[in-house]
């Protein structure tokens, strides 16, 4: 029990909070877009089993791949694997397990979750590696969390739309954004052994001003959102306030002064998934 704490821990379990509520989104609005009524309890249950191995997986790999350079940044050198307080053979259990948990769920919804597969593991895997050759690292980060509301989507419906990868490019915008926020932290050490992001690679002034560009392209997307599908006001709503909440995020942190950095990155963006939820959720329910 020790071990899988340490685990969770490693992997930062908690922070499953910022796509599965997207998942749950791309669930109930597939569902009622494509099936005319909310997914069974059974979809739901898949869905979140899905998304816990999925994330697992992809983390656990994370931290498995970057051991050695997290051993070296003075930042990460207390994560459990550079630590010694988790070995890499049962990172590598884990890991298994939690694709295994992904692939089961998948087939328990359709054929077409199990088709697409594939191409999410991709993604899982490979951004991972993205840092060592490209700034673009946090798009294809972005890429890998939007992910899960075309998963929430496929899963509910069995189908792909514009509508759901309209919801992907705001999740993937979304993301992408406050990881460069995220990545700031790590600017000298990734300039010092040569990995790439885009605030080593443009500097941190122009590192925010991007993070700025892709969150307006996100919010610029939820509200596409209201005009592709009958959403009405009460998601509107909850995409101003989203909005509002990017802004504030913003004007937690400067060039002079990233002392806020994990206020934005784990407080605000706890918050901006359970706000779309809840008021995609509310306004979903005007349906019925």
């Known amino acids: 029990m020790n071990k899988l704490r340490i685990l969770?821990?490693?992997?930062?379990?908690?922070?499953?909070?910022?796509?599965?509520?997207?998942?749950?989104?791309?669930?109930?609005?597939?569902?009622?877009?494509?099936?005319?009524?909310?997914?069974?309890?059974?979809?739901w249950i898949w869905i979140t089993l899905a998304m816990i191995g999925a994330r697992s997986a992809a983390m656990s790999?994370?931290?498995?791949?970057?051991?050695?350079?997290?051993?070296?940044?003075?930042?990460?050198?207390?994560?459990?694997?550079?630590?010694?307080?988790?070995?890499?053979?049962?990172?590598i259990v884990f890991i298994i397990i939690s694709f295994a948990l992904l692939f089961i769920s998948a087939y328990q919804l359709n054929m077409l979750a199990v088709y697409l597969l594939p191409i999410a593991v991709f993604f899982l895997v490979f951004y991972s590696y993205t840092k060592r050759f490209t700034w673009l690292c946090h798009v294809f980060l972005g890429i890998t969390i939007g992910i899960a509301p075309l998963g929430g989507w496929v899963g509910a419906t069995g189908t792909l739309t514009l509508e759901a990868f309209a919801l992907f490019i705001s999740v993937a915008m979304w993301t992408a954004g406050f990881d460069i926020i995220y990545s700031t932290q790590d600017t000298d050490y990734d300039k010092s052994v040569k990995l790439y992001s885009i605030p080593s690679y443009f500097g941190?002034?122009?590192?925010?001003?991007?993070?700025?560009g892709f969150h307006i392209i996100s919010f610029l997307?939820?509200?596409?959102?209201?005009?592709?599908?009958?959403?009405?006001?009460?998601?509107?709503?909850?995409?101003?306030?989203?909005?509002?909440?990017?802004?504030?995020?913003?004007?937690?942190?400067?060039?002079?002064?990233?002392?806020?950095?994990?206020?934005?990155?784990?407080?605000?963006?706890?918050?901006?998934?359970?706000?779309?939820l809840a008021f995609t959720i509310g306004d979903l329910l005007l349906w019925m």
Request: proline share 6%; no cysteine.
């Open 8 to 43: 969770l821990e490693m992997i930062k379990f908690e922070h499953t909070i910022f796509a599965l509520p997207f998942a749950f989104l791309g669930a109930a609005l597939g569902s009622l877009l494509i099936n005319g009524g909310w997914p069974p309890i059974s979809d």
């Open 204 to 212: 941190i002034p122009k590192a925010l001003l991007i993070a700025r």
């Open 221 to 276: 997307a939820m509200v596409s959102l209201a005009f592709i599908t009958p959403l009405s006001w009460v998601f509107l709503f909850g995409v101003l306030i989203v909005g509002a909440i990017m802004v504030y995020e913003h004007s937690l942190i400067s060039p002079n002064d990233l002392s806020k950095v994990n206020v934005a990155f784990f407080t605000m963006n706890g918050i901006i998934s359970m706000v779309m």
């Open 61 to 91: 790999l994370n931290r498995l791949i970057d051991a050695q350079i997290d051993k070296r940044n003075p930042r990460t050198a207390e994560r459990a694997i550079p630590a010694g307080l988790i070995s890499k053979l049962e990172t």
